[in-house]
């Protein structure tokens, strides 16, 4: 998988900082792994390894052990950590200096094979061998990062086995860099009489990717502001660059990127270190001596003066304005990223500049309505050796560029002028310490992520993550310097010749011209050849066919037993009360390390069909218009201030024995400090009682930017919005999700945003609002702490009593309503009083599913096709059966046919809980055959 700008870590590794957590942590959890971990000493060998460091990282909950390999060099971090979910990556410094796609390529094909593991892509078999977690591969712009993790043991060994063998001893074999990568071949293989053309995985899956313009525009500010090195090139690889790469140069790529000594491998959880040392240097490292490699990315040389480059794209169909497609940036080159503290700063700035309402850019450019939403690639980037930050505007107007560019001059001295409010960073400041507390299931993979382009350049993985450390020094200068932000934005903007300026406009012949180069390139590739490399070419077309269809032995992976699993599952305790106004709230006691989540769910049974097209625009709008007595500002601030964030989504729910009922409607969530549950409870008190519809400009801004998005989503989702059409017909419950979340609501931003006069859609909103924003028909949950469940429960039944029930009693617009007991589940649930909960589905006794076939015409090279089969409901016998048979024509067909044979990146079959069987591909240089072998693996064709 490929990632232009490195891989998006989750949460505060987005926009990293901290709060005040005290050292007591580690030895509050004596017994557990991180105070385990502490007892390793400095220069202790363990299994040809060396201790250089243990720290513990209170605000975490961990302990970092620092080891090197002693004959090789290999870096290696262990963060030990009471989490069962452990994880393993290795990370390689790859630097490649043409866009070949060589890197890319290389992920791909080490992964098909190797000497340990011969049989082929032992990666995707391993899938259905495995309880794992996670599995997957990344190349970033200058690395690439082979992760995986699992809750056990014994999974653990076997994926490790196998992801070293993969990584250090791969068969490379030429077939599989043909599959993988790139190859000529008769359109029908079997046929030398059809063209030859190209095909290949990564080849179809970066033409998919720059069918997406954000993407384009994001590759070219890179290597325009970066022309030095490494980052000059696309390390995806450019579709008109990919056929000059040749098997031995990925080979010699492989020899002098994937050593040992060129590699960082990291470790997490609670599984023991000492098993993993034990594994890794016997399985590999152990058959090698350090090298020196030469990947070392040089520093950018800075500009004396700012440049300015304009590129183009192509069209935007589902643009609000055809005339209003530019895009426009400027960036600035900033600091080296391994000087942790400066970059700290530097992220913190740029989410002042830039995140909510409140911010100068969004303030300067979002509201002046000169465009739809910030560029691509806003903010601070700190994925390549020197960071930078970029800020602008997409969808404007071409003769607009120059006023965009003033607009960002002026803001800039503007700051340095004025500076921040000091709420806005204790805003920011405390949105770091929740998302620091805040658990997520996958932590190990977002700690590697975030360290990674960091510790890839010899930086110091323990000191980023140190932040507490960095916090209290940033505090520290800001008390000593009240202007310490204001330098840093003069310095770093105002002062900074190394300055970008990029615009790209659409060419309504982009396509056709990319097509044209690849046909010349295309052309030039068969006129170079032979009569005698032509045979050859057919001769290997027919061999790879050939092993594509043999049967793999995949005896020699590694399988779990039966006896490798845990018998039983853990089940949660909860307990449901039946609160003031007959509300059910369900509690969960938890250890989540003194936050509050809460969530709420409300029906839309009484609302008129008309207004449903409209719920995600009101659910999008309703916490970002003001309430109360605060306005849009004041309200971002106060959720910034007193919450982790408080978001509202439409919902659909099937019925999980019945594929013609469903549950309708919106669920509120919300997390906070225990100390701000009050503030975070009357916050939503307000937005119910008192929302505000009236901020006519401000919600025209709002829909500009929810439009563009979903416009901007299709390219890397197109396959979700072909499964939601095709199964729209087949349920009652699939033709609402079409109109929450498919195509249908793409179209009806578009046509909202190209109103001149919004006012009918606005009207619109607190119509929704009478029959939403009521506790008739609403069910909550809160998990918190033991300690502070009683102050929950308060907060919470204050909560409904303010917001009350409907002055009159609304009836369900569609007459066949069943009312259904919530199952309690098997896990020892109490219900404190009694009481039962019920809630109210939908049903339509004269549903008829009905066969439909659509094709939306998008003007990309690629394709998303699915197919969808109604089955059965999820507490019917055969839906485990089907959910079984879904995995295995995924591994024992489609993945054949689809990807290896094809050359889509992607190709499966799936069943979702609502009982619709999915069929489908991505990034798919075909369409009839995929259906054919649709047909094929469901037995239909």
């Known amino acids: 998988m490929w990632r232009c700008s490195g891989m998006r870590a989750l949460g505060w590794l987005r926009r990293p900082s901290a709060g005040n957590v005290h050292h007591k942590i580690c030895r509050e959890r004596s017994d557990q792994a991180s105070e385990k971990a502490l007892r390793y000493k400095v220069g202790e060998k ?7 460091q243990v720290t513990c990282i209170p605000e975490l909950f961990l302990t970092a052990v620092k080891l090197s390999h002693d004959n090789t060099g290999a870096r290696y971090l262990h963060l030990a950590r009471e989490d069962k979910n452990n994880l393993f990556s290795v990370q390689f410094r790859t630097t490649p200096m043409d866009s070949t796609g060589v890197p890319h390529i290389l992920e791909h094909t080490v992964l098909c094979g190797s000497q340990k593991y011969p049989c082929r892509d032992p990666f995707f078999k391993m899938l259905n061998r495995s309880l794992s977690t996670f599995m997957n591969a990344f190349t970033a712009s200058d690395y690439t990062l082979y992760p995986f993790s699992t809750q056990n043991p014994m999974d653990f060994q076997n994926l490790l086995s196998v992801y070293l063998d993969a990584t250090f001893f791969p068969c490379l074999r030429e077939l599989d860099f043909w599959q993988e990568g790139w190859r000529l071949e008769h359109e029908n293989p079997s046929d030398p009489q059809t063209p030859l053309i190209f095909k290949g995985v990564v080849f179809n899956e970066m033409k998919g990717a720059f069918t997406d313009n954000e993407r384009i525009f994001s590759q070219h500010l890179q290597n325009k502001l970066l022309p030095d090195h490494t980052y000059s090139v696309i390390s995806g690889g450019d579709p008109l660059c990919i056929p000059e790469l040749t098997w031995e140069q990925l080979k010699q790529f492989h020899a002098t990127h994937y050593h040992p000594s060129n590699a960082r491998f990291f470790t997490y959880g609670n599984f023991q270190l000492e098993q993993h040392l034990k594994q890794i240097h016997e399985e590999a490292l152990s058959k090698f001596q350090k090298i020196e490699p030469s990947t070392t990315v040089p520093a950018q040389k800075p500009w004396d003066k700012p440049r300015e480059f304009q590129v183009t794209c192509g069209p935007d169909s589902l643009a609000t304005d055809a005339s209003k497609q530019t895009t426009i940036s400027v960036s600035f080159l900033l600091p080296d990223i391994t000087d942790t503290f400066e970059a700290f700063t530097l992220n913190l700035l740029s989410s002042l ?9 969004y303030k300067a450019l979002i509201e002046s309505g000169l465009g739809s939403d910030f560029s691509p690639d806003v903010g601070y980037n700190g994925y390549t050796r020197e960071a930078y930050f970029s800020v602008g505007l997409q969808g404007i107007a071409e003769k607009d560029i120059q006023t965009v560019r003033d607009l960002v001059d002026r803001t800039i001295d503007e700051v340095i002028e004025k500076g921040f409010e000091d709420d806005r960073i204790e805003a920011l400041l405390h949105k770091i310490e929740i998302q620091m507390k805040h658990q997520s299931t996958s932590f ?5 992520s975030y360290i990674a382009s960091c510790w890839n350049h010899d930086g110091d993985p323990v000191e ?3 932040i507490g450390n960095q916090l209290a020094r940033f505090r520290r200068c800001l008390k000593e310097n009240p202007k310490f932000l204001q330098e840093k934005v003069k310095q770093y903007f105002k002062n900074n010749q190394h300055k970008l300026t990029l615009s790209m406009k659409p060419d309504d012949k982009y396509y056709e011209k990319q097509t044209e180069l690849e046909t010349e390139k295309l052309k030039q590739k068969v006129n170079s050849l032979s009569q005698k490399d032509k045979q050859q070419i057919y001769e290997k077309g027919l061999e790879l066919r050939a092993q594509q269809s043999k049967p793999q032995d995949a005896s020699c992976l590694p399988a779990l037993k039966v006896s490798d699993i845990e018998p039983t599952m853990p089940f949660t305790e909860l307990e449901v009360t039946t609160a003031v106004e007959e509300v059910p709230v369900q509690y969960c006691a938890q250890p989540t390390n003194g936050m509050v989540y809460f969530r709420a769910f409300s029906s839309l049974n009484t609302l008129p069909e008309e207004l449903q097209p409209y719920v995600p625009l009101f659910c999008s709008v309703l916490t970002k218009l003001g309430c109360g007595i605060l306005d849009y500002r004041e309200q971002a601030q106060q959720i910034e201030l007193k919450t982790g964030g408080m978001t ?18 919106v669920l509120f969530s919300s997390l906070c400090l225990d100390r701000n549950l009050p503030d975070m409870m009357h916050l939503w008190s307000e937005i119910f009682n008192n929302p505000c519809f009236e901020e006519e400009e401000h919600f025209r801004v709002l829909v500009k930017m929810t439009a563009q998005e979903l416009s901007n989503g299709i390219p890397d989702s197109g396959h979700l919005y072909a499964s939601l059409r095709a199964s729209k017909t087949l349920t009652p419950a699939g033709d609402l999700q079409e109109t929450f979340s498919g195509m249908d609501q793409v179209r009806l931003m578009k046509r909202i945003a190209e109103m001149t006069d919004v006012k009918p859609i606005l009207k619109k909103l607190p119509r929704i609002k009478k029959h939403l924003l009521k506790c008739d028909n609403m069910r909550c949950s809160v998990n918190a702490t033991p300690q502070q469940m009683s102050q929950a429960q308060k907060e919470v039944e204050n909560f409904i009593r303010n917001v009350g029930r409907s002055k009159k009693e609304r009836k369900p617009v569609r007459p066949h309503v069943v009312e259904k007991p919530v199952h309690s589940g098997s896990s020892g649930s109490t219900q404190a009083n009694g009481s039962q909960i019920i809630k109210k589905l939908v049903t339509d006794p004269t549903f008829k599913a009905c066969q439909m076939k659509t094709h939306f015409l998008l003007p990309f090279p690629v394709n998303y096709v699915s197919e969808c089969v109604r089955t059965a409901p999820y507490t019917d016998p055969d839906h485990a059966s089907l959910k079984i048979l879904a ?20 190709g499966g079959a799936k069943l979702s809980h609502n009982g619709i069987f999915t069929l489908y591909s991505y990034r798919d240089p075909n369409s009839i055959e995929t259906l054919q072998s649709f047909g094929k693996g469901s037995g239909l064709g």
């Not at 190990?444 to 590697?448: D, E, F, I, Y």
């Not at 509202?648 to 409607?665: A, F, R, W």
Request: a negative charge; zero cysteines; glycine letters at 12%.
């Open 887 to 906: 995995r295995l024509m995924t591994a024992k067909f489609l993945h054949t046919e689809i990807r290896e044979k094809g050359g889509a990146y992607g």
């Open 46 to 52: 363990i299994h040809g390894f060396t201790v250089n």
């Open 444 to 448: 190990g993979l977002a700690l590697t």
């Open 648 to 665: 509202v989504s439409p919902h659909v729910l099937p019925d999980e024995s019945h594929l013609d009922t469903y549950e309708q409607g």
């Open 353 to 361: 500049l830039i995140s909510g309402p409140n911010s100068p850019f």
């Open 464 to 466: 980023l993550l140190q």
